[in-house]
C-alpha cells in the first residue's frame, strides 16, 4: 500500500509540473494546478506537560500534495475541484507508523453561479473553504478540524447578496459530518474529520461605514451532535467585529455572545472576543509593526449548574499556538477547543529584507475558571496557564516557493500540576505552487 501511495504522489508531482507551462499560458476555459506543501515538525511535551508522560516527544514529515482544476462554463457558471493527500513520515516516537493519513481526498468540489437572472447574488455550492473569508477566523476558518490543517473546507450552500460596493450579506447553511459521507476518498482510512456531526446557519454582514470605519455583524445557529458523554447541542451565537484604520494606526475588536441549551435542558451560554491595536513604522529601519492585544473566551464555572464556556464553533485551529492549540486535548478532548482563556499578546514584525520577515511573538496566558478536572495535568489551585514566546523567519524565494520557520517555547503556570514540564514546538515549512 505504501509503495502504491508513493507511486500515487510521483504521479501528481509529475503531472503538475509537466501542466505547468500550459497553467502560464492560460485559458478562458480551463485552468489548473499544482501546489506542495512540506513540513517538518517537532513536539516536545505538547500534551501532557510531562517528559515521562503517556505522549512522549514525536517528530515527523508531513507532505500535501494538491491538485485543482477550474472550468468556467462562461462569465457566470464556473466548476472547481481539488484533490489532496497528505502522508506522514514519522522519525520520532512513533517511527514506522509511516503513511496512517494516506487518503486522496476531495479537498474542494463547488460550482459558482454569478448574479443569475441579474439578481444581485453570488452563489457556490458544494465543498469550500471559507479562509480568511470572515475576520480573523475568530469564529468561522475550519470545517474539518480534527484532520489538521490538511484540510479546512466545509460543505455548505453560501449566497452572497452584494447590497452595493459598500454592503453585502452572506447567507450560509453547512452540514459538516464526523466522518466523510458526501464524496469518496481514495485509500479510504474513514479519517476523523470532527467530534460530532454539525450542522449551521451564517448569516454574515461586511459593511464599509466610510473610509475608517467597517463593521461585521454576524448571527450563527449551530447544532452539534451527541458525542460519547456530551448530549445534543442547540447553541446561537450573535456577535461583531469592527475595524478602524487611519494609516499607520489599526484597531479591530470582535465581540460575540452565546446562548443554548443541550438534550436534556441543560443552559448553554458563552463570551467572547478580543481586541488589538496594530500600528506600523515605515520610516524606520526594517519598517517594524508592532501589535498589541487582549483575547478572553469564558469558562464554565463547574460550581453552577449550566455550562458558560466558550464554543469555537468553527475556529478550532491554530489562530494563536501552535502549540497550546494541542495542549487542548487534554483539557477539551478535542485540540483547538478555545475555551477559558485570557490571552495578552504583543509582537513585532521586523522586514528584514523586501522578501524576509521576522515575527516576534510574546503571549501571557490565564485561565477563567478551574477545569473542575481532577487526576489530569490540572492544579484546580491557580489561574495562570502560562508564558508563550514565538518566533517565526519567513523568506519568501521566488513567486511560486515559499517558506518559514517557526519556533514556540511554552512555560507553563500553576494552572498546571507542580511540576509540569516546559514544552516546545518546531517546524520547518517549504510550499510551492504554480
Do not use: C
Not at 475595524?243 to 467572547?272: H, I
Amino acid at each position: 500500500m505504501k509503495s502504491k501511495l508513493l507511486r500515487l504522489a510521483s504521479l501528481l508531482l509529475g503531472l503538475g509540473i509537466m501542466v505547468s507551462p500550459l497553467w502560464a499560458e492560460g485559458t478562458d476555459k480551463f485552468q489548473y494546478g499544482f501546489e506542495e506543501r512540506l513540513r517538518f515538525e517537532y513536539w516536545d511535551e505538547v500534551f501532557d506537560l510531562n517528559e515521562n508522560g503517556a505522549k512522549p516527544t514525536d517528530q515527523f514529515i508531513r507532505n500535501k500534495i494538491s491538485v485543482w482544476g477550474r472550468w468556467n462554463a462562461n462569465d457566470k457558471i464556473s466548476v472547481y475541484l481539488k484533490l489532496t493527500g497528505e502522508p506522514f513520515i514519522y522519525t520520532g516516537a512513533h517511527k514506522g507508523d509511516d503513511f496512517v493519513k494516506d487518503e486522496i481526498v476531495f479537498d474542494n468540489a463547488y460550482v459558482d453561479i454569478k448574479e443569475p437572472f441579474d439578481w444581485p447574488v453570488t452563489f457556490r455550492l458544494g465543498r469550500q473553504d471559507f479562509m480568511n473569508a470572515f475576520g480573523e477566523g475568530f469564529i468561522i476558518m475550519d470545517g474539518t478540524p480534527m484532520d489538521g490543517s490538511r484540510t479546512v473546507y466545509f460543505n455548505a450552500v453560501r449566497a452572497t447578496w452584494v447590497i452595493n460596493k459598500d454592503n453585502s450579506l452572506d447567507i450560509i447553511y453547512l452540514s459538516d459530518p464526523k466522518k466523510e459521507q458526501y464524496l469518496p476518498a481514495f485509500n479510504n482510512r474513514n479519517q476523523t474529520l470532527n467530534v460530532s456531526d454539525e450542522q449551521a446557519v451564517i448569516l454574515y454582514g461586511k459593511n464599509k461605514i466610510n473610509d475608517h470605519w467597517a463593521v461585521e455583524p454576524y448571527y450563527i445557529y449551530k447544532n452539534e451532535g451527541a458525542q460519547t458523554a456530551v448530549p445534543e447541542l442547540d447553541i446561537h451565537t450573535l456577535g461583531g467585529r469592527a475595524v478602524y484604520s487611519n494609516n499607520p494606526w489599526k484597531v479591530v475588536a470582535e465581540l460575540a455572545g452565546q446562548f443554548g441549551e443541550y438534550d436534556g435542558g441543560q443552559d448553554r451560554q458563552g463570551l467572547g472576543g478580543y481586541i488589538h491595536l496594530d500600528r506600523s513604522f515605515p520610516d524606520l529601519p526594517l519598517k517594524p509593526e508592532a501589535t498589541i492585544g487582549f483575547y478572553y473566551q469564558s469558562g464554565d464555572d463547574p460550581k453552577t449548574a449550566k455550562n458558560e464556556e466558550w464554543n469555537p464553533l468553527f475556529s478550532r485551529w491554530p489562530w494563536m499556538s501552535e502549540l497550546v492549540v494541542l495542549t487542548y486535548a487534554t483539557e477539551e478532548k478535542q485540540p483547538g477547543y478555545w475555551t477559558n482563556l485570557q490571552n495578552y499578546r504583543a509582537g513585532v514584525k521586523l522586514n528584514l529584507t523586501d522578501k524576509t520577515k521576522l515575527n516576534l511573538t510574546y503571549n501571557y496566558m490565564r485561565a477563567n475558571e478551574d477545569t473542575g478536572i481532577t487526576g489530569s495535568i490540572f492544579s484546580n489551585s491557580g489561574k495562570e496557564r502560562g508564558h508563550l514566546p514565538q518566533v517565526m523567519l519567513s523568506h519568501k524565494f521566488t513567486k511560486n516557493l515559499d517558506g518559514y520557520i517557526l519556533g514556540e517555547y511554552f512555560i507553563p503556570g500553576n494552572f498546571y500540576y507542580d511540576g509540569a514540564d516546559n514544552a516546545m514546538f518546531l517546524r520547518t515549512h517549504l510550499q510551492y505552487k504554480f
